[in-house]
């Protein structure tokens, strides 16, 4: 069975600072992972995705996120917060579950940007 | 390139009434999902429909609760009698064929929801 957790639900940075929310999932096998946010009264957008052809993956809007097989984990990053980024952030594995390929989402955390 | 389309954006409707969510997958996408968002529970799954056909609907809370997807560019989520409690953002989301193993890692893509309140 797939899982995923996400280990903070609020993270709260300085404009200018480095970003990071962590993730980490439990995979029966090679996992599917990606990244979305959320900004309010909107859908969930894509940021990355791994698909196991690079363990660092490169998003949209400077974020980036690296696969650690060892550490079962796929954190997300950006060398610098900028005020736009505040927002709910996703971690999903999809997973295979009676034979369909289904989406496990984390719990969420919310990004404060201080000015 | 048109994304997920979902109508309305805003609902506010009475207890007992009928609500009709609907939903434009993006074309060429053959996998469509509802999920229903709330602070309680998260982001839930309610129906996957895959090639117009209901695959797996285990998620949808009880009969008031129904989905159709009549052809391969629209979906329709019924809610009749609604309750207060089904108040929450509905997310329409469509990818390719998510059946299939050469497609899992294929993202879905989400629509702006619905943001329904039953009084």
């Known amino acids: 069975a797939q899982s995923v957790t996400q280990l903070d639900s609020h993270v709260s940075v300085s404009e200018g600072t480095p970003v990071l929310l962590r993730c980490n999932y439990s995979s029966s096998y090679s996992p599917s992972l990606f990244w979305y946010v959320q900004h309010p009264n909107k859908g969930l957008q894509l940021l990355l995705k791994y698909t196991s052809a690079a363990t660092l993956v490169k998003g949209i809007n400077g974020f980036e996120a690296e696969f650690k097989k060892s550490e079962t984990s796929f954190h997300l990053t950006k060398p610098s917060a900028h005020m736009s980024d505040a927002a709910e952030y996703f971690c999903v594995v999809s997973g295979r579950t009676s034979g369909t390929y289904k989406y496990i989402f984390g719990t969420g955390t919310r990004l404060k940007v201080l000015a | 390139d048109a994304g997920v389309i979902q109508s309305p954006r805003h609902e506010v409707t009475e207890m007992g009434q009928e609500v009709t969510l609907r939903c434009k997958p993006i074309?060429?996408?053959?996998?469509l999902f509802w999920y229903r968002q709330t602070m309680m529970r998260g982001l839930e799954l309610l129906i996957y429909f895959n090639n117009n056909v209901p695959i797996d609907d285990s998620g949808m809370p009880e009969d008031r609760f129904s989905a159709k997807m009549p052809n391969a560019s629209f979906s329709t989520l019924k809610i009749q009698p609604s309750e207060p409690r089904d108040s929450a953002v509905y997310f329409c989301?469509?990818?390719?064929?998510?059946?299939?193993?050469?497609?899992?890692?294929?993202?879905?893509?989400f629509g702006d929801g619905t943001r329904l309140s039953i009084l």
């Open positions: 989301a469509s990818s390719l064929d998510a059946h299939r193993q050469f497609y899992s890692n294929q993202p879905q893509h």
């Open positions: 074309s060429g996408h053959n996998s």
